[in-house]
């Protein structure tokens, strides 16, 4: 199951796969996985998402599936 919540704000905030991939120190291909949900999430990766790139949303939102 997909993060749509994270994708779609991925997509309103005009970032690129790249952009965010960069910033947890791994490859675009393996940020997808993710998102596809066919990887998980570490707690420290989705802390760093929320904090560099949506600071005013909740992890529970941000990741809600």
Do not use: C, Q, W
């Not at 749509?4 to 952009?19: F, M, P, Q, R, V």
Request: charged share 30%; hydrophobic share 40%; glycine share 4%.
């Amino acid at each position: 199951m997909e993060y749509s919540t994270l994708i779609g704000e991925i997509a309103k905030a005009h970032l690129n796969y790249i952009d965010v991939a960069k910033a947890l120190g791994i490859t675009r291909d393996t940020l997808r996985y993710k998102l596809e949900g066919k990887r998980p999430f570490t707690i420290d990766e989705a802390y760093k998402v929320r904090d560099i790139f949506f600071p005013n949303m909740t992890i529970e939102k941000l990741f809600s599936r």
